[in-house]
Nanobody
């Protein structure tokens, strides 16, 4: 049974940093592309970043490029999102997702950027 459990969110001031984690289980994590999405209040869910199965290829939304870094530790079955220089517009619930599982979403982790 696939499980993706996000953690690491919280309240942070503008310009601050957070590191999100996603613990994966129930599948061979190292075989899959993984992604981070976010959903801000009143907005559609959007793709933030993606990483290839071995971590060699990474892509980012223009809105986070240069500030966020996606990474993974296949030995620990864990996906990460390092978020630096956070802005109020980064406030959202963040989800990790295996892209081929169309209807599966974890519970997400809330990130709030506010002074």
């Amino acid at each position: 049974q696939v499980q993706l459990v996000e953690s690491g969110g919280g309240l942070v001031q503008p310009g601050g940093s957070l590191r999100l984690s996603c613990a994966a289980s129930g599948f061979t994590f190292s075989s899959y592309v993984m992604t981070w999405y976010r959903q801000a209040p009143g907005k559609q869910r959007e793709l933030v970043a993606a990483i290839s199965s071995n971590g060699g290829l990474r892509n980012y939304a223009d809105s986070v490029k240069g500030r966020f870094t996606i990474s993974r530790d296949n030995a620990k079955n864990t996906l990460y999102l390092q978020m630096n220089s956070l802005k109020p517009e980064d406030t959202a619930v963040y989800y990790c997702k295996r892209p081929d599982l169309t209807n599966y979403w974890g519970q997400g982790t809330q990130v709030t950027v506010s002074s």
